[in-house]
């Protein structure tokens, strides 16, 4: 930043010398034409000006187009509208009209914007180190009246509202009003005749204003260097607080972060119970004291010879202890989430009166399903391999069971017009019909009296009655799943 700095401010030197130089001085930067070999006279100073703005223009226009280029780019890249596959909330056409009405994002601005914000970040800057100089004990008597108004402020909260009022008075109205009134300068004749200050009479200096810095000024690259460092500053605290919280809180280790949260759910229930109990202003200002003493460079020193000595050592011992009892006491080893899927196995006549394998259905097709009324085929898959788990779930059993109490889930979906068995492979079979009627009922009033009578037996249990099966039948398999474990490395 020193060497382009450096090379800019010659390179203006440059240009104002050539300038503000003579005609004579500016001529030899053109070469003389030999009137015998160039009759053509030669350039004037005011044409060598016009060449250089026309280069300036020339580097400006190709700028200009880098810029575009690089925008067009940007547009590719970055998506118009940022709310476009996202979870953002709906704008209202009033806060939607004075979201649209903000530039979106051009380098030219942001190039803008950046030098307006730099020249004029100084003051914040300035409080920062104010505030670093008062905290680090370099003005003595600056650090103790901050501690004395602290003092004030914890032993009598209600003076917090008098704060912004006093710093209105004694950090810019009455600094402002000695600006405008300034005291006798030394060595002169009123500083030697020992007249006091005196507020009376016209002002004898103007208001004091705050500027934005200068582009290409020292304030403004200071600004530059403290801006710099306070983005790393930032990027370097970032990192340790998402070093030190995201591994506690995430749970990454399961042990530590459910550790993490047994101790705030006591200390939350502690505080519900004894907050109200707790002196809270003695306990703010102790906490003040020792932090501001802590910047003290003595105090600074002490504390950290202490660490070495002895805090370390006790760091270690507390931590092997949170690691015994995070791995003696915080069980994480409970069986997992288990649940019960099933299958039915669908077979179907053929017309050579044997049953034909089918499908394997995650519905029983029964003759009053919703598919079945509605002439679809139904769906599943060929073979019991290619039947899988519900997502987020895996297998527990190795294999299938089949559901010896057929009646059972028969009675819980209330299928009627099917025949179950009780023994044996535990089919239920559909009762033969005629063709064209799937519920066994010719008429239509009968059907809905058969759908409105649900405390009536909706199945049949059949011995030898083969003449009066239907085309389809099914059986129940059950197998039991349990929640997969989704492992996460970063």
Known sequence: MDDFTAEILASRQDEDNRAFSSPEQQRPLVPEPDPEVDPEPPATPSQHMGGLRGGLAAIREKANIQDRLVEKLLERVIPADD???????????????????????????????????????????????????????????HTMSLLAV?????????????LPIAILILGVLIPAFIARHP???????????????????????????VRPAKEMSRDFFRNMRDLQNSMEDFSVGH???????????????????????????????????????????FIFLAIGWAAIWAGHPSVARLLAATQQQHLQALEKEAKSWLDNWTATDVI?????????????ELQRMSNAGEWEPW?????????????????ERPRGTRFFEDVMPPDGWEWSEKKWALDLWSREWVEERIITGVEVETEGERWVYDIYVEKGDRTGLTDPLDRENLRSRPTLPSWEEGVDVSERRGEWRRRRWVRLVKRRAELHTT
């Not at 602290?150 to 008098?162: A, E, G, I, Q, W």
């Not at 994480?332 to 039915?344: G, H, M, N, W, Y």
């Open 83 to 141: 709310n476009v596959g996202t979870d953002a909330p709906i704008l209202t056409d009033e806060k939607a009209s004075a979201f649209a009405q903000r530039p979106n994002f051009n380098i030219t601005t942001m190039s803008n914007n950046f030098r307006r914000f730099n020249a004029r970040i100084g003051a914040v800057f300035m409080f920062q180190d104010e505030v670093i100089r008062v905290l680090s004990w370099q003005r003595p008597s």
């Open 150 to 162: 602290y003092t004030f402020v914890c032993l009598d909260p209600y003076l917090v509202c008098v």
């Open 183 to 209: 005291a006798p300068p030394k060595l002169t004749w009123a500083s030697e005749q020992n007249v006091s200050y005196s507020p009376r009479g016209p002002p004898l200096a103007p208001a004091a204003t």
């Open 239 to 281: 990192d340790k607080i998402i070093a030190l919280l995201v591994p506690l809180t995430n749970f990454s280790n399961e042990a530590l972060s459910s550790a993490v949260f047994q101790f705030l759910s006591v200390g939350g229930l502690f505080m519900t119970v004894a907050s109200h109990h707790l002196p809270w202003r």
């Open 332 to 344: 994480l080893d409970s069986a997992p989430e288990t649940r019960e899927v099933e299958i039915f």
């Open 359 to 375: 499908f394997f259905s995650p519905s029983p097709y029964d003759p009053l399903s919703q598919p079945r009324i509605a002439g």
